[in-house]
């Protein structure tokens, strides 16, 4: 498996990742809550940096597991960005160089703030993804006007 950059990635698709398109994969899902109803959650990234334990919380009595404050607490803290940097730290990004045999050094955990990605990628990338994802990300809740994914 070489390394494509995100412009090829979205260029050429299928011949990096043979499954299916990001919107497709979330269409998918997204057609099946008038089925599911409240067993099925949405959950935004946006939404977790916002209120962590909100969001655990909503997960946990959809899926009637315990969520008492200490718990929760625990594991807002265990998973928050400056645990997760820390491990990585401490044990390397190792076991994503290997499973997806990437040769280039990388950090996996990233800043942890919504919007990074308009710094990352190209007004050209941004187009391509909104001209393909723009529908289902609307449905998500992401504006098309104003957002900056699609300038």
Same mark, same amino acid.
């Given at each position: ?102 040769? /280039? /050094? ?6 942890? /703030? ?20 723009? /529908? ?16």
């Amino acid at each position: 498996m070489r390394e494509v950059t995100f412009s090829q990635f979205l260029e050429e698709g299928r011949r990096h990742y043979p499954g299916p398109k990001w919107n497709e994969h979330v269409n998918g899902w997204l057609a099946q809550q008038s089925r599911l109803g409240s067993r099925m959650i949405v959950i935004r990234y946006e939404d977790m940096l916002r209120d962590a334990a909100a969001v655990l919380r909503r997960v946990a009595r959809a899926t009637g597991l315990p969520h008492d404050d200490a718990r929760v607490e625990w594991a807002v803290a265990a998973s928050s960005r400056e645990t997760m940097a820390r491990i990585e730290r401490k044990q390397g990004a190792t076991f994503f160089l290997r499973r997806y045999n990437v040769t /280039k /050094k990388f950090a996996f955990v990233q800043k942890g /703030k919504a919007g990074g990605w308009k710094n990352v990628y190209s007004a050209e990338d941004r187009r391509r993804f909104a001209a393909y994802a723009g /529908k289902t990300l609307e449905a998500l809740g992401y504006e098309r006007a104003g957002s900056g994914w699609a300038a």
